[in-house]
């Protein structure tokens, strides 16, 4: 898991790992098994909307199918350029 | 457009616009156009001392070359060079430079202008403004991801700029 900018303070963390459980397949659903847990979660992902999210670095839709390993980013909309 | 004839780099350092762009002229180039982009000193009404640019690894240079490629998709034959900076910057100091040349101006014009409008809305960057009111993280902006629809609308049609 790794988190930026508004939600990586949120967070209080930039990167973790989890272990899903197995029904967990989709980036929507890892977002909600982890609000599920509580805090910090359930307080970040409240506090920076909108969030988007990347599965092994590209843009994914919320229901993605996830992998054993996957590297998934959750962030808020980007401002570069 | 094959992968040599598209550069893409993120780095901390600073760039220079003339270097890059005579980087990519090539024999066939009669139009080189670019964009450079700036911090601002102003935004809105929060006077900013420093903006600081957060990206994620990997996924940034991934992204920006994906976006190059596909403008060498709809313009064949373009070359086209991107450079983005992170991390501590000052007001008036460069963020990117998008480059593209190309036989003709029309190409030219629109590949960078294409490239600028999808870095905008899809390159994990992420500014934070600090200034004499504190820190806050800048807001994506709607107008950013209108122009996104736009170039998806005319991608129907011919492959140049919509009106």
Known sequence: MLYFA???????????????????Q??????????????????????????????????????APLHEGAEVAFFPPVTGG | MTALEWQV????GDFDPEAEAAAL???????????????????????????ELEH?????????????AQAGERWPGIRAGVVHRYGALKPGERIVWVGVASAHRDAAFDACRYIVDCLKTQAPFWKRESGS?????????????????????????EGGRPA
């Open chain 1, 6 to 24: 508004r939600l990586r303070e949120a967070m209080g963390r930039g990167a973790e790992t989890v272990d899903a459980p197995a029904e967990v």
């Open chain 2, 56 to 68: 994620y690894p990997g996924m940034t240079e991934r992204v920006l070359g994906e976006i190059a």
């Open chain 1, 26 to 63: 989709s980036p929507g659903a890892l977002r909600d098994w982890l609000i599920a847990r509580g805090e910090p979660w359930a307080g970040a992902f409240a506090d920076a909307q909108p969030v988007r999210c990347a599965l092994d670095q590209a843009i994914a839709r919320d229901d």
């Open chain 2, 9 to 12: 780099r993120v780095q901390t």
């Open chain 2, 133 to 157: 009111r504190g820190a806050r993280w800048v807001a994506a902006r709607d107008s950013d991801e209108q122009a996104l629809e736009r170039w998806a609308a005319s991608a129907a049609g």
């Open chain 2, 25 to 51: 002229r090539g024999a066939a180039a009669g139009a080189v156009v670019t964009f450079t982009g700036v911090v601002r000193e102003w935004s809105g009404d929060f006077d900013v001392a420093e903006i």
